[in-house]
């Protein structure tokens, strides 16, 4: 895995290196992070005896530190005081080999447990367990911005890069940070994009759009085989990003491949929202979206069943969806895919912390006045959740060592952001995050309450091992929400290197037979076998597929092709 991968998958001075926090600070104190931390502070200070084992074991590693520091100035050898765990940002041999390094990383660690031993002790039975978290957070966030590795006279690396080039890497990080300075908010560039474009190497599946409503666009691949299963299926992605994750790169590509794996393929391409579009509701989103292309795919096809692939809350709509269409009596959905989808959001993992009434109501502020929420909310919103491999990463590579950004698909496609409707956003929002109605049977959509229970589909369900937007065992309570036959899939990666998952010698799945309550039981039963998920989601669904034939038509008399693939809305 390169380091771009991982990092997804996972002459400078202060004032240069804190320049991409404090936006983003002020971004965590909207969300009350600030006095989450207040909070925890003083209650820590009403335990007095904690915080004083605190300062203790603080001074005793600090102690401790001093002593080891000077053996290693005298050529002796031994553990740290402070236990070392692996981090990417620590790699340079200095920071073992040479004392002062190895004394600042030392104190750095040592800082960082007392801070750890302080909001601990901050802790009670009585206490707000999200204010927790988010006190825990935004210590987090602060040590690192704070780390040694962020400054230039503090992280060997880059004084050696410095000295091997003469100086022209200083040269090279000054470029970049006025460059992001004056052009990208003050933070550092996650990607270079100029190599990728849309239609030639991203997003290039060859298709036609077949339909075009003031929502969405539905593209109709083209097939790649002699003879597809008489069943189509339609991917569902994702609004909160353009579709095209999908259908990434060329061997990178889900709808790629299983359009190689006999599959007529249908996709939705959402529009990019704007003022215009401030009343559109969630209920539009169903109508106008996954149950209109089943219409447009019914008449060009002529297919019965059709079976859908969701991911994210692309699979969250697909889920209402198919409960809807059961509920009025719509039987045309076959089998279903859910990729890293949450059902059941009791748990949502670390997006909890911006989803509480407070923030939602912030939220819900910001979008009234607009009449949407900017795509850079949600993208900065998910780089806070990995604040080390998302920006600090890059304030080294970019500014420190004077390295140009990578040109990376994964990364391409994240900061083609798109905007969030007001009404709709609002709606998702409180009714599944703040109140869960989705798994719980009390959320209507076009007039009808939904019910999970109703759905009969077969599932294939999805989840990565290192997902941090949607965490894999919040999306297994799928199996426990969905009536009919389910096998859920526990794959390598992350939310995204999760999903673009072609068949390599480092990719690894997990499957089991039973679908137990607990998702760790599941774990414990579950075999790991080599190779990608997208060769065992390809048997199963072939086998619901139906029969072999030939392709129908690139669309219909009634909905023509109007443009070539990926169609217009991509670029907005």
Request: hydrophobic letters at 40%.
């Given at each position: 895995?390169s380091?771009?991968?991982?990092?997804?998958?996972?002459?400078?001075?202060?004032?240069?290196?804190?320049?991409?926090?404090?936006?983003?600070?002020?971004?965590?104190?909207?969300?009350?992070?600030?006095?989450?931390?207040?909070?925890?502070?003083?209650?820590?200070?009403?335990?007095?005896?904690?915080?004083a084992a605190?300062?203790?074991?603080?001074?005793?590693?600090?102690?401790?530190i001093?002593?080891?520091?000077?053996?290693r100035?005298?050529?002796?050898?031994?553990?740290?005081?402070?236990p070392?765990?692996?981090d990417?940002?620590?790699?340079?041999?200095?920071?073992?080999?040479h004392?002062?390094?190895?004394?600042?990383?030392?104190?750095?660690?040592?800082?960082?447990?007392l801070?750890?031993?302080?909001?601990?002790?901050?802790?009670?039975?009585?206490?707000?367990?999200?204010?927790?978290?988010?006190a825990?957070?935004?210590?987090?966030?602060?040590?690192?911005?704070?780390?040694?590795?962020?400054?230039?006279?503090?992280?060997?690396?880059?004084?050696?890069?410095?000295?091997?080039?003469?100086?022209?890497?200083?040269?090279?990080?000054?470029?970049?940070?006025?460059?992001?300075?004056?052009?990208?908010?003050?933070?550092?560039?996650?990607?270079?994009?100029?190599?990728?474009?849309?239609?030639?190497?991203?997003?290039?599946?060859?298709?036609?759009?077949?339909?075009?409503?003031?929502?969405?666009?539905?593209?109709?691949?083209?097939?790649?085989?002699?003879?597809?299963h008489?069943?189509?299926?339609?991917?569902?992605?994702?609004?909160?990003?353009?579709?095209?994750?999908?259908?990434?790169?060329?061997?990178?590509?889900?709808?790629?491949?299983a359009?190689?794996?006999?599959?007529?393929?249908?996709?939705?391409?959402?529009?990019?929202?704007?003022?215009?579009?401030?009343?559109?509701?969630?209920d539009?989103?169903?109508?106008?979206?996954?149950?209109?292309?089943?219409?447009?795919?019914?008449?060009?096809?002529?297919?019965?069943?059709?079976?859908?692939?969701?991911?994210?809350?692309?699979?969250?709509?697909?889920?209402?969806?198919?409960?809807?269409?059961?509920?009025?009596?719509?039987?045309?959905?076959?089998?279903?895919?859910?990729?890293?989808?949450?059902?059941?959001?009791?748990?949502?993992?670390?997006?909890?912390?911006?989803?509480d009434?407070?923030?939602?109501?912030?939220?819900?502020?910001?979008?009234?006045?607009?009449?949407?929420?900017e795509?850079?909310?949600?993208?900065?919103?998910?780089?806070?959740?990995?604040?080390?491999?998302?920006?600090?990463?890059?304030?080294?590579?970019?500014?420190?060592?004077?390295?140009?950004?990578?040109?990376?698909?994964?990364?391409?496609?994240?900061?083609?952001?798109?905007?969030?409707?007001?009404?709709?956003?609002?709606?998702?929002?409180?009714?599944?995050?703040?109140?869960?109605?989705?798994?719980?049977?009390?959320?209507?959509?076009?007039?009808?309450?939904?019910?999970?229970?109703?759905?009969?589909?077969?599932?294939y369900?999805?989840?990565?091992?290192?997902?941090?937007?949607?965490?894999?065992?919040?999306?297994?309570?799928?199996?426990?929400?969905?009536?009919?036959?389910?096998?859920?899939?526990?794959?390598?990666?992350?939310?995204?290197?999760?999903?673009?998952?072609?068949?390599?010698?480092?990719?690894?799945?997990?499957?089991?037979d039973?679908?137990?309550?607990?998702?760790?039981?599941?774990?414990?039963a579950?075999?790991?076998?080599?190779?990608?998920?997208?060769?065992?989601?390809?048997?199963?669904?072939?086998?619901?597929?139906?029969?072999?034939?030939?392709?129908?038509?690139?669309?219909?008399?009634?909905?023509?092709?109007?443009?070539?693939?990926?169609?217009?809305?991509i670029?907005?």
């Amino acid at each position: 895995m390169s380091t771009n991968e991982a990092a997804w998958d996972t002459g400078s001075t202060a004032a240069e290196t804190l320049a991409p926090e404090s936006g983003l600070i002020a971004q965590l104190d909207s969300g009350d992070f600030g006095k989450s931390l207040t909070s925890a502070i003083r209650r820590a200070a009403q335990n007095p005896g904690a915080v004083a084992a605190a300062n203790l074991r603080f001074a005793g590693r600090m102690a401790r530190i001093g002593v080891s520091t000077a053996g290693r100035w005298l050529g002796a050898q031994g553990e740290p005081p402070v236990p070392v765990e692996k981090d990417r940002r620590f790699a340079d041999p200095a920071w073992e080999d040479h004392p002062g390094y190895f004394a600042l990383r030392q104190c750095y660690l040592a800082a960082q447990g007392l801070a750890d031993d302080l909001l601990e002790a901050g802790r009670g039975e009585d206490a707000d367990q999200l204010a927790d978290r988010k006190a825990e957070m935004i210590t987090r966030f602060l040590f690192d911005a704070l780390a040694p590795t962020n400054f230039l006279l503090t992280n060997p690396a880059a004084l050696k890069r410095a000295f091997e080039t003469a100086g022209g890497s200083l040269v090279s990080g000054g470029r970049h940070f006025v460059d992001d300075l004056l052009h990208n908010g003050g933070r550092p560039k996650q990607v270079d994009t100029r190599p990728f474009h849309l239609g030639e190497n991203m997003a290039a599946t060859p298709g036609r759009v077949v339909f075009r409503n003031d929502l969405m666009e539905l593209i109709q691949y083209a097939p790649q085989s002699d003879q597809v299963h008489e069943v189509p299926l339609l991917a569902s992605p994702p609004w909160i990003n353009k579709y095209y994750v999908m259908d990434l790169a060329p061997g990178r590509s889900f709808i790629e491949w299983a359009v190689q794996h006999q599959r007529t393929v249908f996709a939705i391409s959402y529009r990019n929202p704007d003022a215009t579009m401030s009343g559109v509701t969630l209920d539009d989103y169903l109508i106008q979206g996954p149950q209109k292309a089943l219409d447009v795919i019914a008449d060009i096809t002529g297919a019965e069943k059709v079976d859908i692939v969701g991911l994210c809350l692309g699979g969250a709509l697909t889920a209402m969806t198919a409960a809807y269409l059961t509920h009025t009596g719509d039987s045309r959905i076959g089998s279903i895919t859910l990729l890293n989808t949450l059902l059941d959001y009791s748990n949502p993992g670390a997006l909890g912390m911006f989803t509480d009434e407070k923030t939602v109501a912030g939220l819900e502020k910001q979008m009234a006045a607009k009449g949407f929420l900017e795509g850079s909310n949600m993208a900065t919103t998910f780089d806070l959740l990995r604040a080390n491999d998302l920006i600090f990463n890059y304030v080294v590579s970019n500014w420190l060592m004077g390295q140009e950004p990578p040109a990376f698909d994964i990364l391409a496609w994240n900061v083609d952001s798109t905007r969030m409707p007001a009404a709709m956003h609002s709606f998702y929002l409180r009714s599944l995050y703040l109140k869960n109605q989705l798994a719980t049977g009390e959320l209507e959509i076009a007039g009808q309450r939904l019910s999970l229970s109703d759905v009969k589909s077969d599932t294939y369900l999805v989840g990565a091992i290192n997902d941090h937007i949607v965490p894999w065992q919040a999306s297994y309570k799928a199996t426990q929400l969905l009536p009919g036959d389910a096998r859920y899939v526990l794959t390598s990666g992350g939310h995204i290197a999760g999903i673009v998952n072609p068949p390599s010698p480092k990719a690894w799945y997990e499957v089991a037979d039973d679908n137990p309550e607990d998702a760790m039981a599941w774990r414990k039963a579950a075999t790991r076998k080599s190779g990608s998920w997208w060769e065992d989601w390809a048997r199963w669904g072939g086998e619901r597929a139906g029969r072999l034939g030939a392709p129908p038509p690139l669309g219909s008399r009634r909905y023509p092709a109007v443009g070539d693939a990926p169609g217009n809305y991509i670029h907005g």
